[in-house]
Every structure is written in structure tokens, then in C-alpha cells.
């Protein structure tokens, strides 16, 4: 953690030499007032300079970053992370060359594992983000499997004229089925609790 103690004629002075040795924006950091410091008379005698310490705030991005190497590190697995931000959205892609133990069983592991990511980032955070937790583009991969599925179930329901039930999965796999199937002549509906929560394509 960085942080400085820096003292000015004013509080405002203070915080003004702390952010210049640090190199970063007020709102990267972290105020504590130590002093507020006295104005003597005229402004000279008998003043007494302000003093505030400041450290630079956490980076949620960052530390969840180090969290998913950590994590990754227990699993004996020496990953190296990429990182993409757009808005409140991270992407989190891990690489290394024994993916699919990160990967797990039709992505569980996987997706056990964004769900702790997501936890951490949008602990004691204003910041509400959410996340993608990727390994070796096994995401894309897995969304066209599951597009190729859903066009393929859509089709036996509507042959058999009988309701297909899908295998459980999370929330953001079955919003790409519902999404595929939306305009096509069948309905479909989630249903069960999770974590077996499914789809059910009718005719």
C-alpha cells in the first residue's frame, strides 16, 4: 500500500505536496487529516504547518487480478491474467497450458470460480461491476456449443411436439439459449432452483 504524510501551510496545501510524491489524482486516494494546522497572526507568527497522511485507494480491478492468481496458485496452476474493463463490465482471461483444469466439467469450475471473483470485486466497493472470468476462450467456445444446442433441442421439439428439457445450467448460459430461441417457433422457460436450474424448450 502507498501512502505519504505531508504537511503545508494549508490542509489543502498538504494533500496538494502528498499527491505530487505520489504521482496520482485526489480522487485515487485516501485523506486522513492528521493536523489542521493553525494560522498565526498576520499569517507568520506562531502558525502551525497542517499535516494529513494519504494513501492511495485499493483498485478492486487490480486486487481481484491478484485474487484469481492466488486462488489459481492453491490449485498449483502459475497462471498469467488479462484484463479487460468496459464500463462496469471486467473480462478476466486466464492462459496457461493446463487450461482445462481451470476449466472443469462443462465449465463448473470455471464458473465456480467467477462467481468468487464477482464477490470480491464488488466487495466494500461504491462500484458495482460485473464480470467474465475466461480461460484460453473457452467462453466463445462454449457460447457456440450452446447455440448449436439450442437450434438443434428447438428443432426436436418441434418434430416431437413434445417439451425438451435441458441439463442445468447457470443464469448467463441460459440467457444465450433463451436469446437463440426467441424468435423461433418454440417457447422457452427456466424452471427449478438453483443450482439445477434448466431450460425447457416447447413446442
Known amino acids: 500500500m502507498r501512502e505519504v504524510t505531508a504537511s503545508g501551510q494549508t490542509v489543502e496545501e498538504a494533500i496538494q505536496s502528498a499527491l505530487e510524491q505520489l504521482g496520482v489524482e485526489e480522487n485515487q486516494v485516501d485523506v486522513e487529516v492528521i493536523d489542521e494546522g493553525k494560522r498565526g497572526m498576520f499569517g507568520i507568527f ?64 470455471l464458473n465456480a470460480l467467477q462467481y468468487l471473483v464477482h464477490l470480491v470485486i464488488n466487495k466494500q466497493n461504491d462500484t458495482y461491476y460485473t464480470v467474465t472470468l475466461d480461460a484460453e476462450g473457452y467462453r466463445a467456445r462454449r457460447k457456440e456449443t450452446l447455440e448449436s444446442l439450442a437450434l438443434k433441442m428447438g428443432d426436436k421439439a418441434q418434430k416431437t411436439k413434445k417439451k425438451v428439457v435441458l441439463e442445468p445450467m447457470p443464469a448467463f448460459e441460459r440467457k444465450i439459449i433463451h436469446s437463440v430461441l426467441q424468435d423461433k417457433q418454440v417457447s422457452t422457460y427456466s424452471d427449478g432452483v438453483e443450482p439445477h436450474r434448466h431450460i425447457v424448450i416447447k413446442p
Open 46 to 109: 506562531g502558525s502551525k504547518r497542517a499535516y494529513v497522511k494519504v494513501t492511495v485507494a485499493k483498485d478492486p480491478v487490480e486486487e481481484t487480478a491478484q485474487f484469481i492468481k492466488e486462488v489459481t496458485s492453491n490449485m498449483n496452476l502459475s497462471v498469467k491474467v488479462d484484463t479487460e474493463i468496459k464500463g462496469n463490465h471486467v473480462t478476466y482471461t486466464m492462459h496457461h497450458e493446463n487450461i482445462a483444469k481451470l476449466i472443469g466439467k462443462r465449465g463448473q469450475t
